[in-house]
Each structure stands twice: as structure tokens, then as C-alpha cells.
């Protein structure tokens, strides 16, 4: 298979050599859903949304899933690489550097984001995980040089990830290197303001 583009959207911030937002969205969503979301974060850096080229019952994902929860990981390497290779070539044509990416995903997106920290980890700055799975069921053997800070939240009543399972992704990432950070949200998968609020919180402490 050849590596596709991604329809996306991309709002520069005027600013040179400024991070860029890359919106990552959730299953059947796609690049207009968390726009709204990126005006928490102020506007001094690029935003760039981009929607999953893998449809499922019509529903655009970033790569396919075998079924709730069980991720088809041969799938998910080849469409992590795709995005990369992506970011490389729009990073060119939209003069955005692709080392000071921060990801904001939601559940499929933050999915993706963290198979991108878990295979390339010293690629992005930073990484904003709502609602994360851990991407494979073994996970590789990751080395982060830069201690690069992960935001990661959790519903306490979700139904389709068990905090106890991310707690141990959280821990796989710390123990890479990463510096990741996992908050409990009382509320199930559904994003809510409490963690637009959070993370707004790390952004600003990371990122200035």
C-alpha cells in the first residue's frame, strides 16, 4: 500500500518558529471536531487538524481496529508511519517545523498519537492523550532522551478503557523516558471541561 494525504485544516500562528497543535480526533469524527477545543490554548502557535484516511461503517479512524478495543496493530504501524510521512511532506509546503509538533488526540487520535511517541519517541514535543489506549499489546522498547511531557486523562466510569490498564501504559511511557502525566476524570469516555481544563493547565506549564 502507498502512504496517502490526509484532508486537514491548518491555521498558522503568524509566529516564526512556533509549536504547532496537531488535532487528532476521535472514531467517526473528523478535522472540524476539535478545532473549537485548540482556542482554549491561545493562539501563539500553528493548529493543524487533520481527519483518519481509514473509514469504518462510514465513520473516518486513523487506522482499523479487528474489534472494541482490539486494535489491528499491522494496520496501526503502517498508518503511523503514513502520518509521519505526511507531517514531513505538509510541513514543507505550510513552512511548519516538524519537530515541535504537540499532539491533542481523543480517543482513536490520542491512539495513533501514542503508537507515534511509542515507535519514534523523540519526534514531537509533547503530547496531549484524552481517553488513551495503550497502543499495542506489547509495547516496544521506547527511549526518550528528552524527557518529553505526556497529558494523559481517563474517565473513572469508562466503559471502554479500564483505568487500570492506562495507569500501566502511563508507567510504560515514564519508564521510556517520557514524563507522562495521568488524571482520573469523573465521567465515562466523553470528553468535558474538566479536562479541557487540565490540560490548558499542563499546556501552559510545558509550553510557553
Given amino acids: 500500500m502507498e502512504y496517502q494525504p490526509?484532508?486537514?485544516?491548518?491555521?498558522?500562528?503568524?509566529?516564526?518558529?512556533?509549536?504547532?497543535?496537531?488535532?487528532?480526533?476521535?472514531t467517526g469524527g473528523n478535522e472540524q471536531d476539535l478545532l473549537p477545543i485548540a482556542d482554549y490554548f491561545g493562539n501563539r502557535?500553528?493548529?493543524?487538524?487533520?481527519?483518519?484516511?481509514?473509514?469504518?461503517h462510514g465513520m473516518p479512524r486513523f487506522f482499523k481496529r479487528l474489534?472494541?478495543?482490539?486494535?489491528?496493530e499491522k494496520d496501526l504501524q503502517f498508518r503511523t508511519e503514513e502520518?509521519?510521512?505526511?507531517?514531513?511532506?505538509?510541513?514543507?509546503?505550510?513552512?511548519?517545523?516538524?519537530n515541535k509538533i504537540i499532539?491533542?488526540?481523543?480517543?482513536?487520535?490520542?491512539?495513533?498519537?501514542?503508537?507515534?511517541?511509542?515507535?519514534?519517541?523523540?519526534?514531537w514535543s509533547g503530547a496531549i492523550l484524552f481517553r488513551p489506549m495503550q497502543?499495542?499489546?506489547?509495547?516496544?522498547?521506547?527511549?526518550?532522551e528528552k524527557g518529553i511531557p505526556?497529558?494523559?486523562s481517563s474517565g473513572k466510569s469508562d466503559h471502554t478503557v479500564a483505568i487500570a490498564s492506562v495507569k500501566g501504559y502511563q508507567?510504560?511511557?515514564?519508564?521510556?523516558?517520557?514524563?507522562?502525566?495521568?488524571?482520573?476524570?469523573?465521567?465515562s469516555h466523553g470528553l468535558t471541561q474538566e479536562d479541557i481544563e487540565l490540560a490548558v493547565g499542563w499546556f501552559n506549564q510545558n509550553f510557553k
Fill in 135 to 144: 497502543p499495542y499489546q506489547v509495547m516496544p522498547a521506547v527511549k526518550n
Fill in 103 to 123: 499532539a491533542l488526540g481523543y480517543s482513536n487520535g490520542a491512539n495513533i498519537a501514542g503508537s507515534v511517541l511509542v515507535t519514534h519517541p523523540d519526534l
Fill in 67 to 72: 474489534g472494541m478495543g482490539v486494535f489491528d
Fill in 171 to 187: 508507567e510504560a511511557l515514564n519508564n521510556g523516558g517520557f514524563n507522562a502525566t495521568l488524571h482520573q476524570i469523573n465521567t
Fill in 45 to 56: 502557535f500553528n493548529v493543524l487538524s487533520v481527519r483518519g484516511n481509514v473509514s469504518e
Fill in 150 to 152: 505526556v497529558f494523559m
Fill in 6 to 26: 490526509l484532508k486537514y485544516i491548518y491555521k498558522p500562528s503568524g509566529i516564526e518558529g512556533a509549536n504547532t497543535l496537531l488535532l487528532l480526533h476521535g
Fill in 83 to 98: 502520518l509521519i510521512h505526511f507531517l514531513g511532506v505538509l510541513a514543507t509546503k505550510e513552512g511548519f517545523d516538524p
